[in-house]
């Protein structure tokens, strides 16, 4: 079996994402980023998948961030660095234009680039052992405007400046008063739970309207221009022209549970 992978399952609407490199404390290799791509174009093509819940494997970490021990051979000056970063921002990028929420399901270690990919989720359920940091001054690296970003867009500039300047890790109650966390958690199998849970709230929801409401949170958030507040509305406007629309208020007439399409 290779140690270090990605892996994705799907079942009842929940796309699994799960880091599975248990050695390195599911540090993400060059081949783990050239393969998460391709997962989260399944994950936003399948008409079948209603959610997205990232987790780690076993029982140490979410992710702690890229694989220092390839950077020596790969990313161990400026051009290697730049071929290696376009990895992780084709990941990004698919992560910021997914039309489907995502959930990020945190326990032990949460560093560096893990922190990134759980910042760029909607929700972030935590087990008290979880710590989040962000370490790049620590091994003398950038951590780059882009990426600070993504924690100003979470917890604001004097928790972001706090983080990265210190290259600290937190941990316990001081993530949710950071911001950093939707729910915490006593431990893992709580943890897990309400991520399930919330995720199962989410597949049972009507897919057009998540995608309006994504759609709605990233031009909120849109730094490399204005707001397209057409594009918005118009996948608002879908919604009320949708047989799910008809299919929820036939559902709350007749008292039960609506069965939503996506059409």
């Given at each position: 079996m290779n140690e270090a992978r990605v892996t994705?399952?799907?079942?009842?609407?929940?796309?699994?994402?799960?880091?599975?490199?248990?050695?390195?404390?599911?540090?993400?290799?060059a081949a783990m980023w050239?393969?998460?791509?391709?997962?989260?174009?399944?994950?936003?093509?399948?008409?079948a998948i209603r959610v997205l819940l990232l987790q780690g494997a076993g029982?140490?970490?979410?992710?702690?961030?890229?694989?220092?021990?390839?950077f020596e051979a790969i990313r161990a000056d400026a051009a290697q660095s730049a071929a290696y970063n376009a990895l992780q921002r084709a990941v990004a990028e698919r992560m910021a234009a997914l039309e489907k929420p995502a959930i990020a399901a945190i326990h032990g270690h949460c560093l560096g680039a893990g922190l990134e990919l759980a910042l760029q989720c909607d929700m972030r359920f935590a087990?008290?052992?979880?710590?989040?940091?962000?370490p790049a001054v620590r091994l003398g690296l950038p951590?780059?405007?882009?990426?600070?970003?993504?924690?100003?867009?979470?917890?604001?500039?004097?928790?972001?400046?706090?983080?990265?300047?210190?290259?600290?890790?937190?941990?316990?109650?001081?993530?949710?008063?950071?911001?950093?966390?939707?729910?915490?958690?006593?431990?893992?199998?709580?943890m897990l739970a309400a991520a399930e849970a919330a995720a199962s709230d989410i597949a049972a929801a009507a897919p057009l309207s998540l995608r309006a409401a994504k759609a709605a949170f990233r031009e909120i958030a849109?730094?490399?221009?204005?707001p397209d507040l057409a594009r918005a509305q118009a996948l608002a406007d879908a919604c009320y022209d949708s047989a799910d629309y008809a299919e929820g208020r036939a559902a709350r007439r007749e008292g039960r549970p609506p069965r939503f399409t996506g059409r």
């Amino acid at each position: 079996m290779n140690e270090a992978r990605v892996t994705l399952e799907v079942a009842a609407g929940i796309a699994r994402l799960t880091f599975d490199h248990p050695r390195r404390m599911n540090a993400i290799t060059a081949a783990m980023w050239q393969a998460l791509p391709g997962l989260l174009d399944q994950v936003q093509d399948d008409p079948a998948i209603r959610v997205l819940l990232l987790q780690g494997a076993g029982d140490r970490a979410f992710c702690t961030g890229n694989d220092i021990s390839e950077f020596e051979a790969i990313r161990a000056d400026a051009a290697q660095s730049a071929a290696y970063n376009a990895l992780q921002r084709a990941v990004a990028e698919r992560m910021a234009a997914l039309e489907k929420p995502a959930i990020a399901a945190i326990h032990g270690h949460c560093l560096g680039a893990g922190l990134e990919l759980a910042l760029q989720c909607d929700m972030r359920f935590a087990s008290q052992e979880a710590r989040m940091g962000v370490p790049a001054v620590r091994l003398g690296l950038p951590y780059r405007l882009e990426d600070i970003a993504k924690l100003v867009d979470v917890a604001g500039l004097a928790t972001a400046r706090r983080m990265v300047l210190t290259g600290r890790s937190f941990a316990g109650a001081e993530l949710e008063r950071m911001g950093l966390v939707t729910q915490m958690l006593p431990d893992r199998a709580a943890m897990l739970a309400a991520a399930e849970a919330a995720a199962s709230d989410i597949a049972a929801a009507a897919p057009l309207s998540l995608r309006a409401a994504k759609a709605a949170f990233r031009e909120i958030a849109r730094r490399d221009g204005p707001p397209d507040l057409a594009r918005a509305q118009a996948l608002a406007d879908a919604c009320y022209d949708s047989a799910d629309y008809a299919e929820g208020r036939a559902a709350r007439r007749e008292g039960r549970p609506p069965r939503f399409t996506g059409r």
